[in-house]
């Protein structure tokens, strides 16, 4: 059973940072890329991020581009996402999602998903 973990969410103001976490188990985690998506009130769930199985290839949401980075460490089962430079518009709960291998920037490349972690920015 595959199952990922969120965390490190929270709140803070901003031009603030925070790094998310995400541990998986369940599945051999580098075998499979890795993704981050966000739901805001009121919105659909959108693409934030994603990283190939060796780390070598990344993607990005143009609007967090030069703000965000996502790295994952294989040996730790754990893919991140280190937020800086903070906006009231990044506020969204956080998801992280094995992906299929295809489709990395759409939800339907994706098969298994954390339970989401709150980020919210204060102005």
């Known amino acids: 059973q595959v199952q990922l973990v969120e965390s490190g969410g929270g709140l803070v103001q901003a031009g603030g940072s925070l790094r998310l976490s995400c541990a998986a188990s369940?599945?051999?985690?580098?075998?499979?890329?890795m993704g981050w998506f966000r739901q805001a009130p009121g919105k659909e769930r959108e693409f934030v991020a994603a990283?190939?199985?060796?780390?070598?290839?990344?993607y990005y949401i143009e609007s967090v581009k030069g703000r965000f980075t996502i790295s994952r460490d294989n040996a730790k089962n754990t893919v991140y996402l280190q937020m800086n430079s903070l906006k009231p518009e990044d506020t969204a709960v956080y998801y992280c999602?094995?992906?299929?291998?295809?489709?990395?920037?759409?939800?339907?490349?994706?098969?298994?998903w954390g339970q989401g972690t709150q980020v919210t920015v204060s102005s």
């Open positions: 999602a094995t992906s299929k291998g295809v489709g990395l920037t759409t939800n339907r490349g994706y098969d298994y």
């Open positions: 369940g599945r051999t985690f580098s075998r499979y890329p």
């Open positions: 990283i190939s199985q060796n780390a070598g290839v990344t």
